[in-house]
């Protein structure tokens, strides 16, 4: 079975930081043999060197023609003007986006946003970008349903993801829904980032950034994560933290973007999944060691979440047969 191919279009003046993402994490995906499961190939419009924005130039392996027989085509913060100011795109980059096969997916990172909206690609889409272009993506593009708080949006074959180091989260959801938690969190070992992060870009918009205490949930999210098997209610994870069950809800909410329900549900379901790749267990005990109950509620989840079942997810990602 040939590699998944990934083509990352460079277009001037690139965010370097950006463009190095996902040749980094795509390329450092291996299968249980060492092989590699992503063919990488940065390409430009052409194949002349590309102007970064922070003082060098890169050169694309490729061509646009890379982007013809690409599985997923990246694009990385760019501030090609065209797409930035004029709310268009030339003629050249339109026709090499208009070569990408319709089975492909497509993933921006930060302001690559403006180049798939340019294209028409996330016209009544959820999408994102980073925060501080998120009012600009929203008026350039109408059409297009801007979330400047989370950290990426996954809406099938169009994935985008806020600002910088969200690609990373992007391109790690990325292979960890096409190969399982086991093949993305080597990747973030490797990379020495954590194989997920907590709650989205809200935490780092300036205006949203709480000043009237210092008191964190931080370490009660870690030992709830180490806890997912025992109760956890929003009381109990309150007690934990010394604060009042409306402080530590507001609180909660500000540092993860999200409730701590939804926060528990996930990182449960996370664990379940590691638990399914890793170990021969059964469904029954995989719901209690992870803290969803029952085998039903797990398949309850999954299906949910991944339209699969637990015992189908284990033969995918896992290779057993149960």
């Not at 760019?78 to 993933?107: K, M, N």
């Not at 969200?166 to 190969?179: E, W």
């Amino acid at each position: 079975m040939s590699a998944h191919r990934v083509a990352v279009l460079l277009l001037e003046p690139v965010i370097g930081f950006d463009a190095a993402i996902a040749p980094t994490l795509f390329g450092a995906a291996r299968g249980p043999d060492g092989a590699s499961l992503y063919e990488v190939t940065t390409c430009g419009v052409t194949t002349d060197p590309v102007l970064a924005t922070t003082g060098f130039a890169m050169i694309p392996a490729a061509g646009a023609e890379a982007l013809a027989t690409a599985d997923t085509v990246v694009v990385p913060g760019t501030l090609y003007r065209p797409a930035r100011v004029d709310g268009r795109l030339e003629p050249q980059v339109a026709a090499a986006l208009a070569a990408i096969p319709p089975a492909a997916r497509v993933v921006s990172i930060c302001t690559g946003a403006f180049v798939l909206a340019a294209a028409g690609l996330l016209d009544g889409r959820p999408a994102t970008t980073h925060w501080q272009h998120a009012d600009a993506l929203r008026a350039l593009y109408p059409r297009v349903q801007v979330d400047e708080n989370v950290l990426f949006v996954d809406d099938g074959d169009v994935l985008t993801s806020a600002g910088l180091a969200a690609g990373i989260d992007l391109c790690l959801h990325v292979i960890r829904s096409d190969h399982g938690t086991q093949v993305a969190n080597a990747v973030a070992r490797y990379c020495v980032v954590p194989p997920w992060r907590e709650g989205g870009q809200a935490q780092f918009i300036e205006s949203q950034v709480p000043i009237d205490d210092f008191a964190s949930t931080a370490a009660t999210r870690n030992w709830a994560a180490q806890n997912l098997h025992e109760p956890l209610t929003i009381r109990r994870l309150a007690e934990h933290a010394g604060m009042s069950t409306r402080t530590f809800i507001r609180r909660f909410r500000e540092e993860t973007g999200l409730p701590p329900g939804e926060w528990i549900r996930h990182r449960r379901i996370d664990r379940a999944r590691e638990l399914l790749e890793g170990h021969d267990l059964s469904v029954d005990e995989v719901a209690r060691q992870s803290g969803l109950g029952s085998g039903g509620n797990l398949r309850h989840h999954l299906r949910r979440g991944l339209g699969m079942s637990p015992s189908s997810y284990r033969k995918v990602f896992a290779g057993h047969e149960h």
